[in-house]
């Protein structure tokens, strides 16, 4: 059997991380068993879809790096993928099983299905359609529908119980007596989501479903309209809810739920998907740090726990800098490189034309930034005015505790910077000002929080000789004079 799974967003808003994770276990699968990953857009609600949330979910998996076999843009045959063009094959199916009295119209309006949740609910009972038009004759039926009445299709579930075998969950069991007489068809003519699911996932030859949980009240409807049809259904998966800290299902309540944000946040891509394939599924129960290779030759779906997972964004910022500090720094650079620009640090022009600069800057500075975005902050201070620039509180205590603080800066001043303009290295000005400290006999802080204080204006910070070197001569001296003079 070929593998053939799909992801099928409705195009209602941005990608969710939910989403995106589902995506991600459908096409990791289809990858490892040589197989087809469908992408499908349902956008049969036609009061929320839009072109431009489609759009948006598109880009947010092609960011991701799934590229998906059939669907939009990917022609396929079995499309079309967007189910509003598949209407004319919805109706005939439908058609089929009201012929086949597999499914028949339901005459009953607003006012009366109200009354009857209402009566059954007082009653404690589950709300349920009590079947009053299942047993209309044809010529019933036709009658009321030539007089102009509205009615729904609902599909007839017959008795006894449907089973299926969950790749998560294991053996499911439901009694059919707990499935209503569910609609298929709305009294507009559009259809409902559990009818043109399976009417679109057996014509794409769909043969695995892994989705949420949250759909698996839906699959006895599913399997038994599969069994209408005389088809074979597929095998089905239900992936574990992703919970918030609150452990509720993850909302906005207590963190961001789209990949858009956290692309814009500045996360690593591959950290992104790292962190999502946490959610509910593990290497080898003791790697956290994985390679998207790694993924594909490792993703079994019985492998993916049945508890939810709690989304714990401080982790996932813990991997977000795990990432990041593993890229080259030309490859950091260029995906700091926006955040710098929409910082007014520097222009898409300054960057090109201090491109190695840049480079060491963010050599130096990969260990202490987890995202992209952190890093203009960090290196804000490199843009001030040297003479200037703004001294923390807390940098300003540390460098007045030093009695030796003018000692200090001078000796810098005078021993380090020449070296510097000579075009010595961040390794050799550090070697000098070791030798500073043994010649005078002072501690590291005394040099190193007066001349941080100096330099940085903060209490940390980088490397001070790689700051010196950022800098650069004249703008060091500069810095150097000012804080004589401020700090005396």
């Known amino acids: 059997m070929t593998v053939r799974v799909r992801y099928a967003p409705s195009p209602t808003g941005l990608l969710h991380v939910g989403g995106a994770r589902t995506a991600l276990f459908n096409w990791a699968w289809a990858r490892r068993h040589g197989g087809a990953f469908v992408l499908r857009i349902e956008d049969t609600d036609k009061e929320r879809s839009t072109l431009e949330s489609e759009r948006s979910i598109l880009e947010a998996m092609q960011w991701l790096g799934m590229d998906w076999d059939e669907g939009p843009g990917v022609e396929g045959p079995y499309g ?32 009366r299905l109200t009354s009857l949740r209402e009566v059954q609910m007082a009653n404690k009972e589950n709300p349920r359609y009590d079947g009053r038009c ?81 759909h698996l009240v839906n699959t006895p409807k599913q399997v038994l309209l599969y069994e209408a049809l005389g088809l074979q259904a597929p095998e089905f998966g239900h992936l574990p809810l992703m ?28 950290a992104v998907i790292n962190f999502l394939c946490l959610q509910g599924w593990a290497l080898d129960g003791e790697t956290e740090v994985f390679s998207v290779d790694e993924l594909v030759k490792n993703f079994e779906v019985r492998d993916v726990s049945k508890g939810g997972a709690i989304f714990d964004p401080e982790k996932f910022q813990w991997l977000a ?79 007045k505790k030093h009695e030796v603080r003018a000692d200090v800066l001078t000796a810098v001043r005078d021993t380090l910077l020449p070296m510097l303009e000579g075009g010595a290295d961040a390794a050799s000005l550090s070697e000098a000002g070791k030798a500073l400290l043994a010649e005078r006999e ?47």
């Open 321 to 399: 800098g795990e990432y990041l500090r593993e890229e080259e720094p030309a490859v950091c650079a260029a995906h700091c490189a926006p955040f710098v620009i929409e910082a007014g640090l520097m222009t898409q022009e300054e960057l090109e034309e201090r491109a190695d600069w840049f480079c060491e800057v963010v050599r130096g500075m990969q260990e202490r930034v987890r995202l992209y975005s952190e890093l203009p902050e960090k290196i804000a201070f490199l843009f001030q005015g040297d003479e200037d620039l703004a001294y923390d509180e807390k940098a300003l205590k540390n460098a």
């Open 80 to 111: 079309p993928y967007r189910q509003s063009e598949r209407d004319e094959r919805h109706q005939e199916i439908c058609t089929t099983l009201l012929d086949e009295g597999k499914a028949y119209r339901c005459f009953c309006d607003g006012e």
């Open 134 to 214: 299942r047993d209309l004759s044809h010529e019933e039926a036709e009658a009321q529908m030539a007089a102009g009445e509205h009615f729904t299709v609902r599909f007839h579930v017959p008795e006894g119980e449907t089973r299926f075998t969950d790749h998560v969950r294991g053996e499911v069991v439901f009694q059919n007596k707990e499935v209503d007489d569910w609609v298929m068809l709305r009294s507009d003519g559009s259809p409902t989501y559990n009818f043109v699911v399976v009417c679109d996932d057996a014509d794409m030859k769909i043969t695995h479903v892994l989705r949420g949980e949250e």
């Open 442 to 488: 002072w501690k590291f802080p005394a040099l190193g929080q007066p001349l941080r204080c100096a330099l940085t204006g903060a209490a940390g910070g980088p490397d001070l000789f790689d700051v010196l070197v950022w800098l650069g001569p004249e703008r060091a001296r500069a810095r150097l004079e000012s804080a004589l003079e401020r700090l005396s």
């Open 243 to 270: 919970l918030g800290s609150d452990k509720k299902k993850l909302s906005k309540r207590t963190g961001h739920t789209s990949v858009q944000v956290y692309r814009d946040l500045g996360y690593p891509r591959d």
